[in-house]
């Protein structure tokens, strides 16, 4: 199964701050037929159901806002809020679907110093 | 509007069994790819089980974890996922999300989630 490793565990920031989460996978997630990496990233809001924010490492999902950004390429990965918000307190998630099983980082969380 | 809603949890004693429902509206079930997630108390995401798209095959696949205990399918005239979770153990006491997911060739990520049904497995 593919590993995926997210860091930190946690981080606290003010509002306003640009928070950066890394995940790292155990072998590339760059499929070289159709240069895509596979990997999303996923907001989990305390008692609610995960939201996907990003897909394809860098594709925004409809609605999220633009603050939110996704980059890196292969095994390395970033998902940026460029501005941090109070809205934006929750637990994030990266999601590799190169391979199956389709695996899960353990989670990162986000919080306001 | 895209609405998954999930029900059928609850508490059962080790090695019992439950059947979890998913009812699907704004979409057909039958038409995308369709997985349960698992989240245990405090923990992060485990895949748990999908089952393909009818134009892709149908094809259903588990997590080594629940292979064999779990079942996934699909009622395509009610729109609705089920998962048939036999000989239930300690360890698959967690919310479990119904997801719709958004296959690519033979994998997926999932852009709907459902709220989530907590199964307790105690005695």
């Known amino acids: 199964d593919i590993v995926v490793t997210q860091s930190p565990d946690s981080l606290a920031l003010s509002l306003g701050e640009r928070a950066t989460i890394n995940c790292k996978s155990s072998?590339?997630?760059?499929?070289?037929?159709?240069?895509?990496?596979?990997l999303g990233w996923y907001q989990q809001k305390p008692g609610q159901p995960p939201k996907l924010l990003i897909y394809?490492?860098?594709t925004r999902e409809s609605g999220v806002p633009d603050r939110f950004s996704g980059s890196g390429s292969g095994t390395d990965f970033s998902l940026t809020i460029s501005s941090l918000q109070a809205e934006d307190v929750a637990v994030y998630y990266c999601?590799?679907?190169?391979?199956?099983?389709?695996?899960f980082g353990q989670g990162t969380k986000v919080e306001i110093k | 509007e895209v609405l998954l809603v999930e029900s059928g949890g609850g508490l059962v004693q080790p090695g019992g069994s439950l059947r979890l429902s998913c009812a699907a509206s704004?979409?057909?079930?039958?038409?995308?790819?369709m997985s349960w997630v698992r989240q245990a108390p405090g923990k992060g995401l485990e895949w748990v089980s999908v089952?393909?798209?009818?134009?892709?095959?149908?094809?259903?696949h588990y997590a080594d974890s629940v292979k064999g205990r779990f079942t996934i399918s699909r009622d395509n005239s009610k729109n609705t996922l089920y998962l048939q979770m036999n000989s239930l153990r300690a360890e698959d006491t967690a919310v479990y999300y119904c997801?719709?997911?958004?296959?690519?060739?033979?994998?997926?990520?999932?852009?709907?989630w459902g709220q989530g049904t907590l199964v307790t497995v105690s005695s």
């Open positions: 997801a719709r997911a958004q296959g690519v060739g033979g994998t997926y990520y999932f852009d709907y």
């Open positions: 704004g979409f057909t079930v039958s038409s995308t790819y």
């Open positions: 089952i393909y798209s009818d134009v892709t095959g149908g094809s259903r």
């Open positions: 072998q590339s997630l760059l499929y070289s037929a159709n240069n895509k990496n596979y």
């Open positions: 394809w490492a860098s």
């Open positions: 999601q590799q679907y190169y391979g199956t099983p389709v695996t």
